[in-house]
Protein backbone atom coordinates (compact mmCIF):
# COMPACT_ATOMS: atom_id res chain seq x y z
CA UNK A 1 0.00 0.00 0.00
CA UNK A 2 1.46 3.44 -0.77
CA UNK A 3 -0.09 6.71 -0.94
CA UNK A 4 2.04 9.71 -2.38
CA UNK A 5 0.70 13.51 -2.01
CA UNK A 6 2.29 15.88 -4.05
CA UNK A 7 1.39 19.35 -5.01
CA UNK A 8 2.73 21.53 -1.98
CA UNK A 9 5.04 24.48 -2.36
CA UNK A 10 5.68 28.14 -1.51
CA UNK A 11 2.34 30.66 -1.81
CA UNK A 12 1.25 33.98 -1.23
CA UNK A 13 -1.22 35.01 1.36
CA UNK A 14 -4.58 34.82 -0.39
CA UNK A 15 -3.38 32.43 -3.20
CA UNK A 16 -3.95 28.95 -4.29
CA UNK A 17 -2.96 25.82 -4.20
CA UNK A 18 -4.08 22.41 -5.10
CA UNK A 19 -2.53 19.57 -3.35
CA UNK A 20 -2.70 15.51 -5.19
CA UNK A 21 -2.53 12.20 -3.66
CA UNK A 22 -2.31 8.77 -5.46
CA UNK A 23 -2.98 5.81 -3.74
CA UNK A 24 -2.29 2.19 -5.01
CA UNK A 25 -2.05 -1.01 -3.07
CA UNK A 26 -5.26 -1.05 -1.92
CA UNK A 27 -8.90 -0.38 -3.21
CA UNK A 28 -9.28 3.04 -3.02
CA UNK A 29 -13.04 3.31 -3.47
CA UNK A 30 -13.91 1.79 -0.35
CA UNK A 31 -11.69 3.67 1.88
CA UNK A 32 -12.92 7.06 2.99
CA UNK A 33 -10.10 9.62 2.78
CA UNK A 34 -9.12 12.58 5.18
CA UNK A 35 -6.11 15.77 4.34
CA UNK A 36 -4.52 16.29 8.16
CA UNK A 37 -1.65 18.69 8.46
CA UNK A 38 1.31 19.24 10.93
CA UNK A 39 2.57 22.38 11.81
CA UNK A 40 6.51 22.57 13.93
CA UNK A 41 6.35 21.93 17.11
CA UNK A 42 2.23 21.01 16.89
CA UNK A 43 -0.01 18.01 16.83
CA UNK A 44 -0.76 16.38 13.33
CA UNK A 45 -4.24 18.16 12.99
CA UNK A 46 -7.62 16.85 10.68
CA UNK A 47 -7.97 19.24 7.87
CA UNK A 48 -11.14 17.62 6.40
CA UNK A 49 -12.39 14.39 4.39
CA UNK A 50 -14.21 12.91 2.03
CA UNK A 51 -16.31 9.56 2.71
CA UNK A 52 -16.93 6.78 -0.53
CA UNK A 53 -19.14 6.36 -2.72
CA UNK A 54 -21.07 3.74 -1.02
CA UNK A 55 -23.03 5.53 0.97
CA UNK A 56 -23.00 8.78 -1.04
CA UNK A 57 -19.98 11.14 -1.65
CA UNK A 58 -20.06 13.18 1.25
CA UNK A 59 -17.08 16.33 2.67
CA UNK A 60 -16.05 17.21 5.90
CA UNK A 61 -14.08 19.96 7.04
CA UNK A 62 -12.76 21.75 9.90
CA UNK A 63 -13.83 25.32 10.78
CA UNK A 64 -10.36 26.93 10.56
CA UNK A 65 -10.70 26.00 6.46
CA UNK A 66 -14.46 25.54 5.72
CA UNK A 67 -15.02 27.58 2.66
CA UNK A 68 -11.59 27.68 1.44
CA UNK A 69 -10.56 23.85 0.98
CA UNK A 70 -12.31 21.76 -1.12
CA UNK A 71 -11.64 17.68 -0.94
CA UNK A 72 -12.40 15.95 -4.26
CA UNK A 73 -11.52 12.52 -5.63
CA UNK A 74 -11.68 10.53 -8.30
CA UNK A 75 -11.89 7.13 -8.04
CA UNK A 76 -11.12 5.91 -11.44
CA UNK A 77 -7.66 7.27 -11.21
CA UNK A 78 -7.00 6.42 -7.49
CA UNK A 79 -7.18 10.05 -6.80
CA UNK A 80 -7.28 12.78 -3.94
CA UNK A 81 -7.02 16.06 -4.34
CA UNK A 82 -7.26 19.28 -1.84
CA UNK A 83 -8.19 22.50 -3.08
CA UNK A 84 -6.57 25.31 -0.98
CA UNK A 85 -7.79 28.41 -1.83
CA UNK A 86 -7.59 32.05 -0.01
CA UNK A 87 -4.66 30.79 1.83
CA UNK A 88 -3.41 31.89 5.41
CA UNK A 89 -0.19 31.90 7.06
CA UNK A 90 -1.54 29.52 9.51
CA UNK A 91 -2.32 27.07 7.05
CA UNK A 92 1.71 26.28 6.81
CA UNK A 93 2.29 22.74 7.31
CA UNK A 94 2.91 19.36 6.01
CA UNK A 95 0.05 18.34 4.58
CA UNK A 96 -0.69 14.76 4.60
CA UNK A 97 -3.34 12.18 2.56
CA UNK A 98 -4.64 9.05 4.69
CA UNK A 99 -7.42 6.40 3.83
CA UNK A 100 -9.34 5.27 6.17
CA UNK A 101 -11.45 1.64 5.49
CA UNK A 102 -15.10 2.63 6.05
CA UNK A 103 -18.19 -0.01 5.95
CA UNK A 104 -20.39 2.94 6.72
CA UNK A 105 -21.08 6.29 5.39
CA UNK A 106 -18.83 9.09 6.40
CA UNK A 107 -15.29 9.79 7.40
CA UNK A 108 -13.20 10.17 10.39
CA UNK A 109 -11.17 13.21 11.96
CA UNK A 110 -9.09 11.01 13.67
CA UNK A 111 -5.62 10.10 13.61
CA UNK A 112 -6.40 6.98 14.82
CA UNK A 113 -9.01 5.53 12.43
CA UNK A 114 -6.91 5.85 9.22
CA UNK A 115 -5.51 2.85 7.67
CA UNK A 116 -2.45 4.18 5.07
CA UNK A 117 -1.00 7.61 5.29
CA UNK A 118 1.53 9.54 2.63
CA UNK A 119 4.70 10.77 3.64
CA UNK A 120 3.26 14.60 3.36
CA UNK A 121 4.15 17.63 1.28
CA UNK A 122 5.16 20.87 2.61
CA UNK A 123 2.94 23.73 2.21
CA UNK A 124 4.25 27.13 3.07
CA UNK A 125 1.85 30.50 2.84
CA UNK A 126 4.00 33.79 2.88
CA UNK A 127 2.93 37.19 3.60
Known amino acids: EQMVESGGGLVQTGGSLRLSCFAS????????MGWFRQAPGKEREWVGCISTLLYGINTYYQDAVKGRFTITRDNAKNMLYLQMDNVKSEDTAMYYCAAERRLTGGCSSSTGRYNYWGRGTQVTVSS
Open 25 to 32: GFTFGVYA
